[in-house]
């Protein structure tokens, strides 16, 4: 399957940002431990299917690559059935609460990089305004 139609594809996306947004640290598990190749996954219906098969089967490829398999995933993404996939994501995807812009990301960390630095440089005694050194920290438009 695929999208021909772009907003059908931008809702798809919007969706599965949406549920990795709603994950919590109870709805991740490692897969694939098994083989060596050890993923944090989604703890999705076939996440549980693969981990459910591995121990039953060890590492058997041919048991669980029908299950794994790229094309599996993919047709997740184009269908929005994400039950139906092994699913990466880090553990990090905790603490994504709310869908946004990455040059707003950017942004943020920016921000919240000077603030830490002139902390620092309180530390130091240093007043911000009286800091000689140039900051180290450039914006995005800067570095274009």
């Known amino acids: ?13 919007r969706r599965y940002k949406e549920k ?3 994950t919590d640290e109870t709805q991740t598990m490692l897969v ?3 083989l060596r190749k050890t993923q944090r996954a989604l703890a999705t219906e076939k996440a549980r299917l693969v981990k459910q098969l591995e121990a039953e089967h060890g ?11 790229g094309k599996v995933g993919r ?14 994501c880090g553990q990090s995807v905790v603490f994504a609460d709310r869908i946004e812009p990455l040059a707003a ?7 919240e990089a000077r ?4 902390r620092l440089e309180g ?22």
């Open 1 to 13: 399957a695929s999208f021909p139609d772009p907003d059908e594809l931008r809702r798809e996306i």
């Open 20 to 22: 990795l947004v709603a």
């Open 32 to 34: 694939l431990q098994s």
């Open 59 to 69: 590492g058997d490829i041919d048991v669980l690559l029908p299950h794994i398999a």
């Open 75 to 88: 047709k997740a993404y184009e269908t929005g059935d994400f039950e139906e996939a092994v699913l990466s």
């Open 105 to 111: 990301i950017v942004a943020r960390l920016e921000d």
């Open 115 to 118: 603030a830490a630095l002139e």
């Open 123 to 144: 530390l130091r005694g240093v007043s911000p305004a009286a800091a000689t050194r140039p900051n180290p920290l450039r914006t995005a438009s800067e570095l274009t």
